[in-house]
């Protein structure tokens, strides 16, 4: 067809049929004034090929062309927009900025690729209406970043918004180390190649056993019944301490060491274990016998469903532990994958506040109104007064035995200073404590009344405001969990990505490298826009109209799209008068990726760049 033509040929027909339409009037109209006078323009009065030409509005590829445009206040505007260059429009109110911006060029850029869909994704966009428009030509792709707050939902953060916590998920879950919040120790999951290392360091000769303990899991199966279903197995000896010993013969002949009637999994206390295999550590010992050693391994693992136990033989009764579960000082921790830090879903999701971050609870702000005053001036205004001033004594008096500061203004202290205050010790009862006090006691309206008026929306107790359950916050990456990141300002958060680089491992470091980029251009951007000072826990429906705009316009540098058409409307808006310089720098990596740029805006900065 004719629009499927490349330009050139269509310069050419176009030209061909006028000619002929001349030729075919010329001849038709022999009897006419032949002294009839050309205009001075060049123009032949409508009967030539100059005219004719006028009458064909061909298509510029350097221009995006509007005629007649009607919407709203326009009347029969025509505009030549220029592609690639950062555009802006200007004038005074209720001049129809927004309407040739917004309501002509976007919704006629997002008609035209719903149009381009097919009729069975149409159907779930519904019919766009076309704009009062005569035509638009040579129209991009339209990205529209509008000053408005988008949504209500109180899930909704900055992180969410930039993308940088979608990022910092799956960065978390691939490099994260588990740290135990009894020991401190990194929680390690073994695989069959670490027990295999472990036994190659040994000495040449040593002597060793594959042990694995009886199964906790089915706490009602007594040693008998474990002991004939592991003969059914195929397995036929015991381990205890540096006694091997036949399971027929434990079950034969009555040992006074072993009641079996009683539950399998206590006898793992006395050191009693089940012999996979044995093993000598030798420098000649071929590649076949390593193999069948690490599938005695695999069938330890096996068994006892993540366990596996190393005994030198000669070393005494002393066992070394293996674990291929997340397990460490009695407490078992879940796989380490996206979902377990997206507060979005209930597996990662504080339990107590459903993933919000806050609680209809004690309102903290309320109990310390003034947070320049110490604990002995009385910060804690509930513990004021005859009655609840109780509660403060054995503070004052026993403070110096677990060196609390009582004179140090509540503003100053530390964090674990003030959980401790909260959660109280030994020595004093808590702020939780007395407040519990009070509910238990709700039958007395002074105590009704007392909690009605410190009550109020308050840091969830369980996650400290962090959204996600206890498990997710014991993943740490450079000393840090997701929550310690995501409650600090964003030009503090991307210091921390910039050297994080040079704290992990060759190994950290190649996984993570795709991740660390993405969350460090997106936080550079932000922070060029003037946005470092939010964090990215800040709820998006908290944020001003121009700082949501700034917020889309860092998603979409994060995006790098070419050969697209961008509209913003003032997104200077709340910036100060010395950010703007940066405004307008981002604008033109904007336009340097390959982009057209249509800005309404009032600031008089950016109209000069």
Same mark, same amino acid.
């Given at each position: ?24 009037? =010329? ?26 030409? =006028? ?24 505009? +030549?927009? &220029? ?64 000053? %408005? ?113 009683? &539950? ?7 050191? +009693? ?77 504080? &339990? ?41 004594? &054995? +503070?004052?008096?026993? =403070? ?52 009605? %008026? ?14 996600? %359950? ?51 251009? %997106? ?87």
């Amino acid at each position: 067809t004719f629009l499927d033509l490349p330009f050139q040929n269509k310069k050419f027909l176009l030209i061909s049929r006028l000619q002929t339409n001349c030729m075919a009037k =010329a001849k038709n109209q022999s009897t006419a004034d032949q002294t009839q006078p050309v205009a001075k323009n060049g123009s032949d009065n409508g009967n030539g090929l100059l005219a004719g030409m =006028a009458d064909y509005d061909l298509v510029d590829p350097a221009y995006i062309s509007i005629k007649g445009a009607r919407t709203n206040n326009l009347r029969n505007v025509d505009l +030549l927009i &220029p592609k690639n260059k950062l555009v802006v429009v200007t004038g005074v109110s209720g001049s129809g900025k927004s309407s040739i911006t917004m309501d002509t060029l976007y919704a006629e850029g997002q008609r035209r690729y719903v149009e381009s869909l097919s009729s069975y994704a149409r159907q779930f966009l519904g019919r766009m209406k076309k704009p009062d428009v005569d035509y638009i030509r040579g129209i991009c792709p339209a990205i529209a970043i509008e000053q %408005r707050v988008t949504t209500g939902n109180t899930r909704s953060t900055v992180g969410s918004m930039t993308e940088v916590y979608d990022f910092m998920r799956l960065l978390y879950a691939r490099i994260g180390k588990f740290y135990s919040p009894v020991s401190g120790e990194i929680v390690k999951k073994h695989e069959v190649s670490d027990v295999i290392d472990f036994i190659k360091k040994q000495p040449e000769g040593t002597r060793g056993l594959i042990l694995v303990p009886f199964n906790k899991k089915y706490k009602e199966r007594s040693l008998e019944q474990e002991l004939n279903l592991l003969l059914q197995k195929g397995y036929t000896r015991l381990q205890y301490k540096t006694e091997t010993l036949r399971i027929e013969e434990v079950l034969e002949q009555p040992d006074a060491r072993f009641d079996i009637k009683q &539950p399998a999994y206590q006898f793992n206390e006395q050191q +009693l274990s089940i012999l996979i295999d044995r093993f000598v550590n030798a420098a000649d010992l071929e590649e076949s016998e390593w193999m069948r050693l690490a599938d005695s391994i695999n069938t330890a693992f096996y068994e006892s469903e993540g366990e596996c136990g190393v005994q030198i033989v000669d070393g005494g009764t002393q066992v070394v532990h293996f674990n291929n579960r997340f397990e460490l000082d009695g407490m078992e921790f879940p796989e380490p994958t996206p979902q377990l830090f997206n507060y979005n879903n209930p597996y990662g999701a504080c &339990p107590t506040c459903e993933g919000y971050g806050r609680v209809l609870g004690i309102d903290r702000d309320k109990v310390v109104p003034d947070k320049t005053r110490s604990v002995y001036d009385g910060a804690i205004a509930a513990w004021k007064g005859e009655k609840y001033g109780e509660w403060l004594t &054995p +503070l004052v008096q026993q =403070a110096h035995k677990f060196d609390f500061p009582v004179h140090t203004p509540f503003e100053s202290l530390t964090k674990e200073q003030i959980k401790l205050l909260w959660a109280g010790n030994e020595y004093f009862g808590g702020i939780d404590a007395f407040f519990k006090e009070l509910e238990s006691k709700t039958y007395k309206i002074q105590n009704r009344v007392t909690l009605a %008026r410190y009550r109020g929306r308050t840091v969830c107790p369980t996650c400290d405001g962090g959204r996600l %359950r206890q498990e997710a916050l014991c993943v740490k990456i450079g000393g840090k969990n997701i929550s310690d990141l995501t409650s600090v300002p964003l030009d503090e958060v991307l210091a921390f990505f910039q050297q994080l680089n040079s704290m992990l491992s060759e190994h950290d470091s190649q996984v993570a490298r795709r991740l660390l980029l993405e969350i460090n251009n %997106r936080l550079h951007f932000t922070v060029e826009l003037g946005l470092g000072y939010l964090t990215l826990d800040r709820i998006s429906n908290t944020l001003s109209g121009g700082e949501t705009q700034r917020i889309h316009l860092t998603r979409t540098l994060g995006s790098n799209l070419t050969a697209s058409m961008y509209l913003l409307d003032e997104p200077s808006v709340g910036l100060h008068p010395r950010d703007t310089g940066r405004l307008v720098k981002v604008l033109k990596d904007l336009r340097d990726l390959g982009n057209t740029v249509v800005v309404v805006e009032h600031e008089e900065e950016v109209i000069k760049n």
